[in-house]
């Protein structure tokens, strides 16, 4: 019992002193990226292609993000100005992405209203547009190309609708709690689910974005030596193959999607972290300050819900 008592400390000690080890060397590992870009960016070198596949989902990149967070973090807590300006920056991307992505959910509703009225009233099996060279493609192409302005909505606006309020809330004890106790939960909530469900989905979206652009198919237990191997052999197939003959085809856009999912979400966490610590220090006064909220306009307050 004894010695399953000490092996059972010394993990603890040794995952403690690899947590701690990877920290340092995050520093080491920034810098030596930002200072030999061509390893991992000229995509002209196959190898160059496999390093930045493998960095994309390694501990080693894990770590510069942690280690960036709690240097920011830590800049912050002594200087709330700098804290602000952050929430500030990374809201103001949220908004800016998902109110310009929005606009897809108007092309969606133009473009099925034109699949519509060319299959029923023109009766014509494809569509065609542009001047010169034109682009054309069956109608069921442009049918199921209707997912795609649906997956840029879900994936790219997902922060502004959290940054607006629009996210369905199921509320059991929240409302009835003091101010502190809100941003006590809203901080705890950040840092125990939405970051980790970000890192999760990221790791997995990752490799399974990059399975279908590359031969041969990267795996997340490969090791950088063996994706250097790999880039040998390694020609870029882009994954351009629907579910029906004549459907839409660049279904890798939905792979890329999903990363950017997982980043833009993994970025506001920090963000309503930020924004809750610092709500919760300075007191109800500062509830919503800097915070962008679209409007319908002066009257409109009864059609605007939760804003």
């Not at 292609?49 to 894990?62: D, L, P, W």
């Not at 929430?87 to 969606?108: D, K, P, S």
């Amino acid at each position: 019992m004894q010695d399953d008592g000490g092996s059972g400390f010394g993990a603890l000690l040794d995952g403690i002193w690899w947590f701690i080890q990877n920290i340092g060397m995050a520093f080491y590992n920034f810098g030596y990226a930002i200072t030999h870009p061509q390893l991992w960016l000229d995509w002209s070198n196959k190898e160059a292609v496999m390093r930045f596949v493998y960095y994309g989902g390694s501990v080693e990149f894990f770590f510069v993000v942690f280690t960036l967070f709690l240097v920011v973090t830590a800049i912050g807590m002594w200087r709330n100005s700098f804290m602000w300006l952050c929430v500030r920056v990374l809201e103001g991307f949220a908004n800016t992405t998902g109110r310009f992505f929005a606009w897809a959910g108007l092309l969606m509703v133009l473009q099925q209203i034109i699949i519509v009225f060319m299959q029923r009233i023109f009766t014509r099996p494809d569509i065609v547009f542009g001047f010169g060279v034109p682009l054309q493609f069956d109608i069921s192409w442009y049918a199921e190309e209707l997912k795609l302005y649906n997956a840029l909505v879900v994936a790219l606006c997902a922060t502004y609708t959290f940054v607006q309020g629009g996210h369905v809330r199921v509320d059991l004890v929240y409302s009835a709690v003091s101010h502190r106790v809100k941003k006590t939960i809203d901080m705890f909530g950040s840092l125990f689910f939405m970051m980790p469900m970000a890192v999760l989905t990221w790791l997995y979206g990752w490799y399974f974005m990059w399975r279908h652009l590359i031969v041969p198919k990267p795996s997340a237990s490969d090791t950088l030596d063996r994706l250097l191997l790999k880039s040998r052999a390694m020609r870029w197939n882009v994954e351009f193959i629907g579910p029906s003959p004549n459907g839409f085809t660049a279904y890798f856009l939905f792979k890329i999607l999903l990363v950017a999912f997982a980043g833009m979400v993994f970025l506001h966490a920090i963000a309503f972290f930020y924004r809750s610590y610092l709500e919760r220090k300075e007191g109800m006064e500062s509830d919503g300050k800097y915070l962008d909220r679209d409007t319908l306009g002066e009257g409109e307050e009864a059609y605007e819900g939760t804003h």
